[in-house]
């Protein structure tokens, strides 16, 4: 232990903070050890896919052009489809990010006169302008598909009664995203969507639902597919590409829904049998292969990050005791100071740009400047170690990710460190 904290004391870490994270980490042997038990089972839930589907070497070679019978392409749909639960499944490079598979998902199951509705509260920023909420070329709005929106109750939960009037005979598909994002709500319980599809099919039997699953894959032991979604969609530079898969997006879903998306990313006419692989099929599978364990070290990170912070004095949601259903963790912090020196902490632990420090930016699309630290591998990636939030209050911070749950914990310890230099926290 001792050549251990040498070599901490030597990166920056002081033994003060290095002993208050191993007094927190003994009272959470309860929690890894559940999070460990869902990840043996997803585990053995991806392995039993793969070789259902006989994943062979043949898999991981490269295809170029039309990329017509690109087995690895095809057994990788297969092994995604089997893993959901699903009739079929689209994963590819060719689809760009989270955002990009949740707007060809929209798009492809949408048309002129239908209704989209969104039952619990406005969905995540970057599709206000795929869905036209705030205008935009391209939008669905400018095609003719129209928007509907209930907001959730006051504490929380979904507006049954209000959903109830909001479907309509134009409603066609409903739109829900398990994970908070970037709001304060908390994040939905796949038993909890489950509940809502339900209703809602009551009410409408034909409505297609689909699910925003980002950050939540392989956090609990099903996914909402498994409870009646139509469509569930993510991106493979979170949760299922493992850290490994360099770009990409899935939507698994119904025959009906991925041949109509299928025809919607290429070609009419053309679906799936189109698109090549561009020799990154060896990443998507091993990252896939790798995932469970890798969001499984990312919530060890969460957890920890709210049961250090809390006895602090910061409001973290979820709450250090809280079940979970997706790997962000957000921290209020405050003040722009500590947001800084939180995500100065994060950047320092990185493996990769370490040397730089996060500053407060324009981005587009935000009315407030926004910070973040990443010292990614995979740019942009959010299941490595991450941390990011806008200049204004609570000042939260919204941490995510880590591809080995050890240097989460490292990177966590960092955040505590710059604060406690920054003289803003003091243990
Ligand atoms: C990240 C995220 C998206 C968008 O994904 P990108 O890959 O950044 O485009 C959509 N919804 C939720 C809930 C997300 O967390």
Known sequence: MDELLALYKKMGLSEAVYARGERVLGSLAGRFAAIDQTAEYNQT???????????????????????????????????YAEIFHTEAALVRPQITCGTHAL????????????ELLSPAGLPYDTLQEVIGIRESVGSLAEYGVSYRQVDLLPDGSFDYDGIRSAIGEKTKLITVQRSKGYDPRPTFSVAQIGELIAFCKSIKPDIRVMVDNCYGEFVERIEPSDVGADMVVGSLIKNPGGGLAPTGGYICGTESCIHRCACRLSAPGLGREVGSNMGMLTSLYEGLFLAPTVVAGAEKGAIFAAALYEPLGFRCIPAASEERHDIIQAVELGSEEAMKAFCAGIQAAAPVDSFAVPLPWDMPGYDSQVIM??????????IELSADGPIRPPYAVYFQGGLTWL????????????????QIVQI
């Open 373 to 382: 630290a990443a010292g990614a591998f995979i740019q942009g990636s959010s």
């Open 45 to 79: 839930k991806v392995l039993a896919a793969f070789q259902k589907h006989r994943v062979s070497a043949a898999c991981f070679t490269p295809s170029t052009g039309y990329g017509y019978d690109d087995l690895g392409r095809d057994t990788l749909e297969k092994v």
């Open 103 to 114: 707007a060809l998902a929209l798009a492809a199951n949408l048309l002129p006169g239908d």
């Open 407 to 422: 240097h989460a914990k490292f990177g966590i310890l960092m955040s505590l460190q710059k604060l406690i230099d920054a």
